[in-house]
């Protein structure tokens, strides 16, 4: 149903954009000062694929938004369907999100969350604030990915993805 014109409210916003299934990432990075940061998100879609860029939708105010922007470099940890309780870790905010898990590193030593389904290095490209978001375009730099299946995010809800069994479409992307 078509609502009204004039102000959407938050809420509405939400639950309407949730029926819009998504995957589900981890951004990972370190501060200036080599601290690790990272937060899970799930606005996440790739811009370009010459030169390639993707584009990322931080929370303004979150000290990983901070330091992504302000390091110039992040990874874009997409996350498996085995991984549901990494994606809750790294939502919790004022938590130390690294604490007892064993990371890898990336090409400019930015921690990688291990096992993911794939990788993405990126550098900052640009960012610029969009509402209450920061919106990061990154150029992605190195790429790595892991057999197995998605986690994906619907309704508030994780889940999986399923294979229709179908020849994928190369038109699409």
């Keep these: 149903m078509i609502g009204t014109r004039g102000s959407v409210d938050p809420v509405a916003m939400r639950r309407t954009m949730g029926r819009f299934a998504t995957g589900v990432a981890v951004v990972t990075t ?23 860029l993707l584009l990322v939708c931080l929370t303004t105010g979150a000290r990983s938004t901070d330091a992504i922007t302000s390091s110039g470099r992040f990874v874009v940890n997409i996350l498996s369907a085995r991984q549901e309780h990494i994606a809750l870790r790294f939502a919790r905010r004022g938590e130390d999100h690294f604490a007892g898990l064993a990371v890898t590193q990336g090409r400019h030593r930015v921690p990688a969350v291990p096992d993911a389904f794939a990788h993405l290095e990126c550098d900052v490209e640009r960012a610029f604030e969009a509402g209450d978001h920061v919106v990061v375009i990154g150029r992605v730099r190195e790429t790595c990915e892991r057999e197995g299946e998605p986690l994906a995010f619907l309704r508030g809800r994780f889940g999986d993805v399923v294979d229709r069994g179908h020849e994928p479409v190369s038109w699409f992307f």
């Design 30 to 52: 370190r501060d200036l000062d080599g601290v690790p940061h990272g937060m899970t998100v799930n606005s996440l879609t790739s811009v370009s694929l010459e030169p390639p």
